[in-house]
């Protein structure tokens, strides 16, 4: 199941504590023949205007390093945290 959001639909969601706020990262992981830049701009504006961050990696890239995925939400975390 994917994570309903805004209105929109999320692969994955990392939601933390950060402090008294509670922060969400949203994961996308279809492949790149399913984004378009331009629509991918756009819901990436609407989803972040509602304090929400998007990462997005293909299968084959998750697959290949997942490592390097969860080092980009742990480092959005970070960002958020040192706010």
């Known amino acids: ?3 309903a ?4 639909r999320a692969d994955f ?5 950060l402090g008294q706020q509670t922060k969400t990262v949203l994961v996308e992981c279809d492949g790149q023949e399913f984004h378009a830049a331009a629509p991918d701009r756009r819901r990436d504006a609407c ?3 509602y304090g929400f ?3 997005r ?3 084959a890239e998750i697959l290949a ?3 390097n995925v969860s080092a980009q939400v742990s480092s959005i975390l970070q960002e958020w945290a040192a706010q």
């Open 1 to 3: 199941p994917q994570f």
């Open 5 to 8: 959001i805004v209105r929109y």
């Open 65 to 67: 390093c997942p490592r």
């Open 57 to 59: 990696a293909s299968r």
């Open 53 to 55: 961050e998007t990462v």
């Open 13 to 17: 969601a990392i939601t933390a504590r």
């Open 47 to 49: 989803l972040r205007a």
